[in-house]
């Protein structure tokens, strides 16, 4: 697709990415910020509902040696609860944990995804610089720092490291997912649910999952993040029981062939069972969003449905 170099390009560009500090290749790269790599790539073009598109992935190695047992399933199911734009998971054959995101880019709406995937790209960063050493308290295993091929180990980190900081100061003012954007989403077309019904801040619609049962999707902008403060919540809430060992089978297999972006994590709440959550920071907020978003935890719904009951 003509577009994903340019892709590749402006995540660079923006991110101030130093030559030195990057291996890049045609339909990917890796870079240092500090002593954890960050890898983007572009997987190979395919096609769903009659339309091509290809996904680009972000992924930071957070630990690895990791034991992989129940409890690191549980414990990921629980940590997960927390995303904002990445998901935290594992990747048993090879004992590692992982910060992963992605999204399809499409001839019509790159211009849109690339501009979410920055600030995933952003974030992810930041939050593996920041957590992977206490992780490694939690998992066990070792803090996944690895050298540039030629430069070594990265020992004074880039400035971008500190970009939490700003996300933090952007949260602290209202949302600006503002009420008539989420009541305009009620009337979308082609509607992607069965019913969908808005209050000040906030959608809640029901997908077809399965006969009699429902999904439920839910978008609300009045939720403020532990970490990030404003910006919109996403959740996709599944029937069926939750299970922390399927949050990781659902992440794994979205880390490796998603239909929608993954902008988020599978997890198990208390509350809300098994769902996908995700959290889009005030800072990232750009007309068209919602709308995207919602459709895309709407596709991500039937994979999900297709991925855990393939017999319909």
């Not at 959550?277 to 895309?296: C, D, K, Q, W």
């Given at each position: 697709?003509?577009?994903?170099?340019?892709?590749?390009?402006?995540?660079?560009?923006?991110?101030?990415?130093?030559?030195?500090?990057?291996?890049?290749?045609?339909?990917?790269?890796?870079?240092?910020?500090?002593?954890?790599?960050?890898?983007?790539?572009?997987?190979?073009?395919?096609?769903?509902?009659?339309?091509?598109?290809?996904?680009?992935?972000?992924?930071?190695?957070?630990?690895?040696?990791?034991?992989?047992?129940?409890?690191?399933?549980?414990?990921?199911?629980?940590?997960?609860?927390?995303?904002?734009?990445?998901?935290?998971?594992?990747?048993?054959?090879?004992?590692?944990?992982?910060?992963?995101?992605?999204?399809?880019?499409?001839?019509?709406?790159?211009?849109?995804?690339?501009?979410?995937?920055?600030?995933?790209?952003?974030?992810?960063?930041?939050d593996a610089h920041a957590e992977a050493l206490e992780l490694s308290k939690v998992f066990g295993?070792?803090?996944?720092?690895?050298?540039?091929?030629?430069?070594?180990?990265r020992t004074t980190p880039d400035e971008m490291v500190g970009i939490l900081e700003i996300y933090q100061q952007r949260g602290e003012s209202d949302s600006p997912f503002d009420p008539d954007e989420l009541a305009q989403l009620v009337q979308v077309e082609p509607r992607p649910w069965i019913m969908a019904t808005n209050q000040r801040y906030r959608l809640d619609a029901d997908l077809e999952f399965a006969i009699s049962t429902h999904a439920r999707l839910e978008l609300d902008a009045e939720a403020r993040h532990p970490s990030l403060?404003?910006?919109?919540?996403?959740?996709?809430?599944?029937?069926?029981?939750?299970?922390a060992a399927v949050a990781q089978r659902l992440n794994a297999n979205e880390r490796l062939e998603p239909d929608a972006h993954q902008l988020g994590a599978w997890c198990v709440d208390d509350e809300h069972g098994l769902m996908f959550?995700?959290?889009?920071?005030?800072?990232?907020?750009?007309?068209?969003?919602?709308?995207?978003?919602?459709?895309?935890l709407a596709t991500k719904n039937e994979w999900a449905r297709a991925l855990l009951f393939p017999s319909g």
């Open positions: 697709m003509p577009f994903v170099e340019g892709v590749l390009r402006f995540l660079t560009a923006r991110m101030q990415i130093e030559a030195e500090w990057a291996v890049q290749e045609r339909t990917s790269f890796t870079w240092w910020a500090s002593s954890l790599a960050q890898r983007v790539w572009v997987a190979p073009d395919r096609t769903f509902q009659g339309v091509e598109f290809a996904t680009l992935h972000i992924e930071s190695e957070l630990l690895a040696e990791v034991p992989m047992d129940a409890s690191t399933w549980a414990g990921l199911a629980a940590v997960n609860r927390f995303a904002s734009l990445s998901a935290y998971v594992a990747d048993p054959a090879a004992r590692t944990i992982s910060l992963h995101a992605s999204v399809s880019l499409t001839a019509d709406n790159f211009p849109l995804a690339q501009s979410i995937a920055l600030h995933a790209m952003a974030l992810q960063m930041a295993g070792q803090v996944a720092a690895t050298q540039h091929p030629t430069r070594g180990l403060g404003s910006g919109l919540q996403l959740r996709l809430k599944l029937p069926v029981e939750p299970d959550t995700g959290f889009v920071p005030a800072a990232a907020h750009v007309p068209g969003l919602s709308r995207a978003l919602a459709y895309h």
